[in-house]
């Protein structure tokens, strides 16, 4: 078997409604065997991965899958569940999966769903593996391909905090993206709704209060004088000073540096002089400036505190094991080791303990070595701190705080001044007042861990990251900004800008992407076709817009899916003609599946805005759509629409020479079709299919009817409003209409626009990309001839054609068109020379060109008058 290409679709796509991995898989010769005509292969199967069992199938029931595999299956089939299974076992629960067949022989897309991304890539790479082996006959060792597995789950997950906070997220239906793929720098929500944070530290976290945690005197000295019990000590800078401190102070002392985190560099309980250098130069290999301070006995707590409230307390622990009798303290150490919530660093709920410095003087100190034996139930503690990343544990206690520890830790937090902050408590129990027991702060946290409260070693787990997402987003529905999406074979360009300009003038602050540029409100920032999912999540991520309009070409949806995972309006414009044999969609009930995606992505209180003229449209449309739907159409009394009618359903249509919205027996008049500037006075049928299409969706937002008037009188068909659609410039005797119509359903709609406009002749410049079809080059072509009296053919993207082939096939069917005289100029720059130079005074120019801004300039200042005096002598 071989894989063609594998990749994920984030959002919404062709396959399914969720985020999917696509496997195009070439399984070759095992084509014609299925699984029932291989020997032992069912039992191998099972052998390998016993847990297939609770896989339904199509069946429906568990066992399902076995069952197709007993009665045969294809290997593509057996590959989608095996990758499904490998990410289960590795701790994604997934279900979904499909394979379906290709238009090419043995090739299968195989679709299966993914919690992370990369894990379902490998997921999929390993099931290959194993079914190959199980084809030949033979099993599959699966101890080290979920060790593989892990180890990219590993490192590809979110730590505990962070994740804790995107679940919480999630359970309220707020979207997150992760802005870096090694950081855990998260942005919650849209546009100028959305959060940002990394791990713990939210953009709400001040910097002041995170310097003040920072600096350990600091802290002491602030807390200190609001009369929050605190050790007290000195900053030393010498060893010699740190003698001098010790004594002043009177043993035992604490150690540590001025500035730092996770118990790095702390020494605890120093009890002389040769104590004091080691904890002296362990505090001090971390920073220069070394506290010394007051040992406080008693146990250590952790208080969080998340916007002003207490939301979670734990005891600590240092790492410790516990003597049986007959193994050694390393033995023990290992033991402890081997629990699998036990992880490097911060990457699962509890950390791997590590015998540094710190533990071989605990050790020295009980005169014992690591061969030593520990009598049975004694405790031996490991470390001096009690930090979980030095592989400490935890047990909660926030049921047991009391009243007046509660609130000394809330008043920690408005003094200190963070949002979310970790306080360290030296303190005999929580249950009494700080005053009335031996207790202090020690060291306050910004950017505090969650592991500890979320899965205690001891007690239940603690919703904190609920918490934060409380103190982000207060109001449950305030995370998302509205967001439009437009698709179709023609027109979504002029809609999407169109409904754009109707939300700016009515106010809004709008996030467009579209065939040629993103803009922010109103300001090109990035130039290129930018119809995917990628510039979807660009308009997204942009702190100041509250409305995002996305156009959505089928490129997109094909090869990653919807850059978002529902809309608040999605439009679909119409279905026809083009690109088909790209991405396995050949026809048009396929291509208007591709394109039924936007409108399946409309939330259940949205509106999916259909074309009632297309056939297609109108059929799959409304049966993919949900939420409500709003249609338009050139035919106001279409009979196909009386029953949404009679049910109050929104319809903008045309009745007398104006746009009119119809709900029920109530018909408002929006705008006079000649005042709509696109519309060229109803020449451009077209453009006012556009218009109903952008009042319809405008309308779904809210929009008045006289913000949307408003915006459909003043969007003008300009290079700077609508560059290369159906922009008109007069150039000095000659009328140029450039376009950007690329295929037969957009140069028959653009037909009776330039009859509208036709002077002497017409002479034409026009290409098209080599990945059509031949069948498709050549419609074009004769669509070109008929419309022509003179055509320029040029050649500005082959794609997989040799150079001139998709040129060549546009001309042969441009001739075949009749009277049309036809030219080939592969570079574009030099038709739209030679078509200038040809035109004369009342000639129209119709260029259908890639380079709108420069052919503009060629225009300026070029006078066909001249030239037509000429020809007249």
Same mark, same amino acid.
């Given at each position: 078997?071989?894989?063609?290409?594998?990749?994920?679709?984030?959002?919404?796509?062709? *396959?399914?409604?969720?985020?999917?991995?696509?496997?195009?898989?070439?399984?070759?010769?095992?084509?014609?065997?299925?699984?029932?005509?291989?020997?032992?292969?069912?039992?191998?199967?099972?052998?390998?991965?016993?847990?297939?069992?609770?896989?339904?199938?199509?069946?429906?029931?568990?066992?399902?899958?076995? %069952?197709?595999?007993?009665?045969?299956?294809?290997?593509?089939?057996?590959?989608?569940?095996?990758?499904?299974?490998?990410?289960?076992?590795?701790?994604?629960?997934?279900? *979904?999966?499909?394979?379906?067949?290709?238009?090419?022989?043995?090739?299968?897309?195989?679709?299966?769903?993914?919690?992370?991304?990369?894990?379902?890539?490998?997921?999929?790479?390993?099931?290959?593996?194993?079914?190959?082996?199980?084809?030949?006959?033979?099993?599959?060792?699966?101890?080290?391909?979920?060790?593989?597995?892990?180890?990219?789950?590993?490192?590809?997950?979110?730590?505990?905090?962070?994740?804790?906070?995107?679940?919480?997220?999630?359970?309220?239906?707020?979207?997150?993206?992760?802005?870096?793929?090694?950081?855990?720098?998260? %942005?919650?929500?849209?546009?100028?709704?959305?959060?940002?944070?990394?791990?713990?530290?939210?953009?709400?976290?001040?910097?002041?209060?995170?310097?003040?945690?920072?600096?350990?005197?600091?802290?002491?000295?602030?807390?200190?004088?609001?009369?929050?019990?605190?050790?007290?000590?000195?900053?030393?800078?010498?060893?010699?000073?740190?003698?001098?401190?010790?004594?002043?102070?009177? *043993?035992?002392?604490?150690?540590?540096?001025?500035?730092?985190?996770?118990?790095?560099?702390?020494?605890?309980?120093?009890?002389?002089?040769?104590?004091?250098?080691?904890?002296?130069?362990?505090?001090?290999?971390?920073?220069?400036?070394?506290?010394?301070?007051?040992?406080?006995?008693?146990?250590?707590?952790?208080?969080?505190?998340?916007?002003?409230?207490?939301?979670?307390?734990?005891?600590?622990?240092?790492?410790?094991?516990?003597?049986?009798?007959?193994?050694?303290?390393?033995?023990?150490?290992?033991?402890?080791?081997?629990?699998?919530?036990?992880?490097?660093?911060?990457?699962?709920?509890?950390?791997?303990?590590?015998?540094?410095?710190?533990?071989?003087?605990?050790?020295?100190?009980?005169?014992?070595?690591?061969?030593?034996?520990?009598?049975?139930?004694?405790?031996?503690?490991?470390?001096?701190?009690?930090?979980?990343?030095?592989?400490?544990?935890?047990?909660?206690?926030?049921?047991?705080?009391?009243?007046?520890?509660?609130?000394?830790?809330?008043?920690?937090?408005?003094?200190?001044?963070?949002?979310?902050?970790?306080?360290?408590?030296?303190?005999?129990?929580?249950?009494?007042?700080?005053?009335?027991?031996?207790?202090?702060?020690?060291?306050?946290?910004?950017?505090?861990?969650?592991?500890?409260?979320?899965?205690?070693?001891?007690?239940?787990?603690?919703?904190?990251?609920?918490?934060?997402?409380?103190?982000?987003?207060?109001?449950?529905?305030?995370?998302?900004?509205?967001?439009?999406?437009?698709?179709?074979?023609?027109?979504?360009?002029?809609?999407?800008?169109?409904?754009?300009?109707?939300?700016?003038?009515?106010?809004?602050?709008?996030?467009?992407?579209?065939?040629?540029?993103?803009?922010?409100?109103?300001?090109?920032?990035?130039?290129?076709?930018?119809?995917?999912?990628?510039?979807?999540?660009?308009?997204?991520?942009?702190?100041?817009?509250?409305?995002?309009?996305?156009?959505?070409?089928?490129?997109?949806?094909?090869?990653?899916?919807?850059?978002?995972?529902?809309?608040?309006?999605?439009?679909?414009?119409?279905?026809?003609?083009?690109?088909?044999?790209?991405?396995?969609?050949?026809?048009?009930?396929?291509?208007?599946?591709?394109?039924?995606?936007?409108?399946?992505?409309?939330?259940?209180?949205?509106?999916?805005?259909?074309?009632?003229?297309?056939?297609?449209?109108?059929?799959?449309?409304?049966?993919?759509?949900?939420?409500?739907?709003?249609?338009?159409?050139?035919?106001?009394?279409?009979?196909?629409?009386?029953?949404?009618?009679?049910?109050?359903?929104?319809?903008?249509?045309?009745?007398?020479?104006?746009?009119?919205?119809?709900?029920?027996?109530?018909?408002?008049?929006?705008?006079?079709?000649?005042?709509?500037?696109?519309?060229?006075?109803?020449?451009?049928?077209?453009?006012?299919?556009?218009?109903?299409?952008?009042?319809?969706?405008?309308?779904?937002?809210?929009?008045?009817?006289?913000?949307?008037?408003?915006?459909?009188?003043?969007?003008?068909?300009?290079?700077?409003?609508?560059?290369?659609?159906?922009?008109?410039?007069?150039?000095?005797?000659?009328?140029?209409?450039?376009?950007?119509?690329?295929?037969?359903?957009?140069?028959?709609?653009?037909?009776?626009?330039?009859?509208?406009?036709?002077?002497?002749?017409?002479?034409?410049? &026009?290409?098209?990309?080599?990945?059509?079809?031949?069948?498709?080059?050549?419609?074009?072509?004769?669509?070109?001839?008929?419309?022509?009296?003179?055509?320029?053919?040029?050649?500005?993207?082959?794609?997989?054609?040799?150079?001139?082939?998709? &040129?060549?096939?546009?001309?042969?069917?441009?001739?075949?068109?009749?009277?049309?005289?036809?030219?080939?100029?592969?570079?574009?720059?030099?038709?739209?020379?030679? &078509?200038?130079?040809?035109?004369?005074?009342?000639?129209?120019?119709?260029?259908?060109?890639?380079?709108?801004?420069?052919?503009?300039?060629?225009?300026?200042?070029?006078?066909?008058?001249?030239?037509?005096?000429?020809?007249?002598?």
């Amino acid at each position: 078997m071989k894989i063609v290409s594998h990749r994920a679709l984030r959002g919404p796509n062709y *396959y399914s409604g969720y985020p999917a991995i696509l496997m195009r898989l070439d399984i070759g010769d095992l084509n014609h065997r299925p699984s029932n005509e291989v020997p032992g292969f069912l039992d191998n199967l099972k052998a390998v991965l016993p847990s297939l069992y609770d896989h339904r199938c199509s069946v429906g029931v568990p066992g399902g899958f076995l %069952q197709r595999v007993e009665a045969g299956t294809y290997a593509g089939h057996v590959v989608e569940h095996v990758a499904i299974e490998l990410q289960n076992l590795i701790g994604f629960t997934v279900g *979904y999966g499909k394979t379906v067949d290709s238009y090419e022989p043995c090739v299968y897309n195989v679709v299966y769903r993914y919690r992370d991304e990369a894990c379902g890539i490998a997921a999929g790479v390993e099931a290959v593996a194993i079914v190959e082996r199980l084809y030949d006959g033979q099993t599959a060792d699966l101890g080290p391909v979920i060790e593989r597995l892990k180890e990219v789950r590993d490192a590809n997950m979110l730590g505990p905090s962070t994740n804790s906070i995107v679940q919480a997220a999630r359970k309220r239906g707020i979207p997150y993206v992760r802005l870096t793929e090694d950081a855990s720098y998260i %942005q919650l929500g849209h546009g100028n709704r959305q959060q940002r944070f990394q791990a713990t530290v939210t953009a709400k976290t001040s910097l002041i209060g995170s310097s003040i945690a920072d600096d350990k005197d600091w802290t002491k000295k602030i807390l200190g004088e609001a009369g929050i019990p605190v050790p007290w000590g000195s900053i030393t800078y010498t060893f010699e000073e740190a003698v001098a401190a010790a004594q002043s102070i009177g *043993y035992p002392v604490v150690t540590k540096p001025l500035v730092g985190n996770h118990g790095r560099g702390v020494t605890t309980n120093i009890t002389d002089e040769n104590e004091l250098k080691e904890g002296f130069d362990a505090a001090y290999a971390r920073n220069a400036s070394v506290v010394v301070e007051k040992y406080i006995k008693g146990e250590d707590h952790r208080l969080l505190v998340v916007d002003g409230k207490l939301v979670a307390a734990a005891r600590r622990r240092p790492a410790h094991v516990e003597g049986d009798g007959t193994s050694t303290l390393q033995q023990l150490i290992d033991r402890e080791n081997k629990d699998p919530r036990r992880g490097v660093g911060h990457e699962n709920l509890l950390t791997q303990i590590f015998v540094d410095q710190q533990t071989e003087r605990l050790i020295a100190q009980a005169g014992l070595t690591l061969e030593s034996v520990l009598p049975q139930g004694e405790i031996f503690l490991l470390k001096s701190t009690a930090n979980l990343s030095t592989g400490g544990t935890a047990t909660d206690l926030t049921d047991d705080v009391h009243p007046d520890v509660r609130f000394a830790a809330e008043r920690i937090g408005r003094l200190i001044g963070l949002d979310i902050i970790g306080i360290d408590l030296l303190a005999e129990t929580l249950t009494r007042p700080l005053d009335q027991q031996s207790a202090g702060v020690v060291e306050v946290n910004a950017g505090p861990g969650f592991r500890m409260h979320l899965s205690p070693t001891h007690g239940k787990g603690r919703p904190v990251g609920e918490a934060v997402v409380d103190m982000l987003f207060p109001d449950p529905g305030d995370a998302r900004i509205p967001i439009t999406a437009i698709t179709g074979t023609n027109g979504k360009t002029t809609t999407t800008r169109l409904i754009a300009h109707i939300l700016r003038y009515a106010g809004r602050h709008v996030g467009m992407a579209t065939t040629g540029a993103i803009e922010i409100d109103n300001h090109v920032v990035m130039r290129g076709d930018y119809s995917g999912p990628q510039s979807a999540q660009i308009v997204l991520q942009e702190p100041s817009v509250d409305h995002a309009v996305l156009e959505v070409a089928r490129g997109g949806i094909m090869r990653r899916g919807l850059g978002f995972d529902e809309c608040d309006v999605g439009v679909l414009t119409n279905i026809a003609s083009d690109h088909l044999g790209d991405y396995d969609v050949h026809t048009l009930d396929e291509l208007a599946r591709c394109k039924t995606v936007v409108t399946y992505a409309v939330k259940e209180s949205g509106t999916a805005v259909l074309n009632a003229d297309d056939p297609r449209v109108f059929d799959q449309g409304t049966y993919w759509a949900r939420g409500k739907i709003a249609y338009f159409t050139m035919n106001p009394d279409n009979p196909d629409l009386a029953g949404h009618i009679a049910g109050h359903g929104v319809v903008v249509t045309v009745r007398g020479g104006r746009i009119v919205l119809r709900q029920g027996e109530v018909e408002a008049e929006i705008v006079e079709v000649n005042d709509v500037p696109i519309a060229f006075e109803g020449h451009a049928v077209f453009n006012v299919q556009n218009a109903m299409a952008a009042a319809a969706a405008a309308h779904a937002h809210g929009l008045s009817l006289g913000d949307i008037r408003m915006g459909l009188t003043t969007f003008h068909p300009t290079p700077t409003q609508l560059p290369g659609r159906s922009n008109l410039i007069e150039a000095d005797g000659v009328r140029c209409l450039i376009d950007y119509g690329h295929n037969v359903p957009a140069l028959a709609a653009l037909a009776p626009l330039v009859r509208g406009l036709q002077g002497k002749r017409v002479i034409g410049v &026009a290409s098209a990309p080599g990945n059509r079809r031949d069948e498709d080059l050549s419609a074009l072509g004769r669509q070109l001839g008929e419309m022509s009296d003179i055509l320029f053919i040029c050649e500005t993207h082959a794609r997989q054609r040799e150079v001139g082939e998709a &040129a060549g096939l546009l001309r042969a069917g441009a001739e075949e068109a009749g009277s049309c005289r036809v030219t080939l100029e592969l570079a574009e720059h030099d038709a739209i020379g030679r &078509a200038m130079d040809e035109a004369k005074e009342g000639d129209l120019l119709l260029l259908l060109v890639d380079d709108v801004d420069g052919t503009i300039q060629r225009l300026k200042g070029r006078s066909f008058r001249e030239k037509a005096a000429v020809a007249a002598q």
